[in-house]
């Protein structure tokens, strides 16, 4: 059974930084394609931030993070991290880890999610 459990989220005040992880657990890491994360604001719908292979190299972010926030991992651990820096309080939401087998279409494995606040 495939579960994705996060965590690292919290309140920060804006212009501060988070990092969150995302640790796989009950499959390894390496037989996803891809890893990536998402967030849900109130009232909104969920929304992509940013996705890497998790083979290494291709990366791509949401016009609404690019220089801010770094998507990684550590094959090692199993996990994929959300650096977040320079945050602002629309950056609020809860943050979801997302994986996928494929490289393309519906994301199929889903963690929890982890609040993140952003105070002015």
């Known amino acids: 059974q495939v579960q994705l459990v996060e965590s690292g989220g919290g309140l920060v005040q804006a212009g501060g930084s988070l990092r969150l992880s995302c640790v796989s657990a009950g499959r390894t890491s390496s037989t996803y394609r891809r890893m990536g994360w998402f967030r849900q604001a109130p009232g909104q719908e969920r929304e992509f931030v940013a996705r890497?292979?998790?083979?290494?190299?291709?990366?791509a972010y949401a016009d609404s993070v690019k220089g801010r926030f770094t998507i990684s991992r550590d094959v090692g651990k199993n996990t994929v991290y959300l650096q977040m820096n320079s945050l602002k309080p629309e950056d609020t939401a809860v943050y979801y880890c997302?994986?996928?087998?494929?490289?393309?279409?519906?994301?199929?494995?889903w963690g929890q999610g982890t609040q993140v606040t952003v105070s002015s």
């Open positions: 997302a994986a996928d087998p494929s490289d393309s279409g519906p994301w199929n494995y």
């Open positions: 890497m292979r998790w083979s290494g190299g291709t990366t």
